[in-house]
């Protein structure tokens, strides 16, 4: 059954007219599509309204109707006005409609909710994305393979004069040049202190001597992300057993990975070993997130989620401790749940 279909059956057992689905990861999960507009469901069909802009793109999308909205009457085919007109000549004003209200604006919100009854069907998005079918999760361990590259090759250039931005460059650009559309995210280097700031910016600071380096990076492949953290230790003793404490936190937690284990137990037990060791105050983050079309997507792995984790999803696990002024420890990977022990993709050993 394919992403389509089974937004058909929800959109079906919801008993209402039409929906409307709108926001880049949405449109890319369902059709496959990189541009801007909204997939449309009413009375049993698909319709992708785009700009004109986005025409050639859009006339790419298999299995739905395609129309284009455009400000002026450029083409007979062509709709004058703006998504919202378009949305009118699809959809009776007299509808309820079905919206993903996540990645609605406010404004968006506002001119929908004017016209139409809205029901929100974010959860039922959410959960629908939740689990990976064999080619999403075969774009992951791509995305995961270009970041290994990037990885280990960003991890040998880690010389005395080297600064952050360079290297993030240099990751950046070897992500590229092994196949990654983009990446997932900016990519973190940081050296020394500034590994203290988990979603550090990189800086013109230089490597120097005894320094400890952090890369947190992760390559885009045909639209799916991935995402790996690695702490490059050298000869500072404190942060070696720190090291160790992160790394003990992030196995046990892994271990105890599979379906039908809440995500809230998974960050429990990675938050219980940096606790014990007295650390547990710098540990200021959740233990991990799902991994899909966008960097973060459910499940949360944290304290209060009440998610369970399922079969094929896929997740990070990164337990961390920042000592301000000092130094941070993070080491992140990303792997499949399966019924047993989870798959781990791992990026690069550790170095220390």
């Known amino acids: 059954m394919n992403k389509l279909r089974k937004l058909q059956t929800i959109l079906e057992d919801k008993k209402e007219a039409c929906a409307v689905i709108i926001g880049s990861p949405n449109l890319f999960y369902f059709l496959e599509y990189s541009g801007v507009g909204a997939l449309i469901y009413c009375d049993a069909r698909f319709t992708l309204l785009a700009p004109a802009l986005d025409m050639y793109r ?15 009457k450029i083409a007979e085919n062509v709709i004058e006005g703006n998504m919202f007109k378009a949305i009118e000549k699809v959809i009776n004003e007299k509808s309820n409609i079905l919206l993903d209200v996540n990645w609605v604006d406010a404004n968006t919100y506002k001119t929908l909710s004017e016209k139409y009854k809205i029901s929100d069907i974010s959860n039922d998005i959410i959960k629908l994305r939740e689990i990976k079918d064999e080619d999403e999760i075969e774009k992951i361990r791509k995305a995961g393979e270009i970041t290994s590259t990037a990885m280990k090759i960003g991890m040998e250039r880690l010389t005395e ?6 290297i993030a460059g240099i990751i950046d650009m070897t992500m590229k040049s092994a196949g990654a559309e983009d990446y997932a995210f900016p990519s973190i280097v940081a050296f020394g202190e500034n590994t203290a700031y988990p979603h550090h910016i990189p800086t013109d600071r230089v490597l120097m001597n005894n320094d400890i380096a952090l890369f947190d ?12 953290t690695r702490t490059f230790v050298f000869k500072n003793n404190e942060a070696k057993k720190i090291y160790e404490i992160v790394l003990q936190a992030q196995l046990e937690a892994i271990d105890a990975v ?9 960050d429990n037990i990675a938050r219980k070993v940096i606790e014990k060791a007295g650390y547990g105050k710098y540990f200021m983050h959740s233990t991990g997130h799902g991994v899909g079309v966008e960097i973060h997507e459910s499940p949360a792995i944290s304290m209060n989620s009440k998610q369970v984790l399922k079969e094929n999803m896929v997740i990070t696990v990164e337990p961390g401790i920042y000592l301000k002024g000092r130094f941070g420890i993070r080491i992140e990977d990303t ?12 990026t690069t050993y550790k170095l220390l």
């Open 217 to 228: 990076i992760g390559a885009k492949y045909n639209g799916y992300c991935f995402d790996s």
């Open 258 to 266: 599979r379906d039908g284990v809440t995500a809230s137990e998974i």
């Open 335 to 346: 792997l499949i749940v399966t019924k047993g022990k989870p798959i781990v993709l791992e």
């Open 58 to 72: 859009a006339s790419n999308v298999k299995d739905v109707d395609v129309l284009i909205y455009y400000p002026s």
């Open 161 to 166: 004069e080297v600064s952050e931005k360079q």
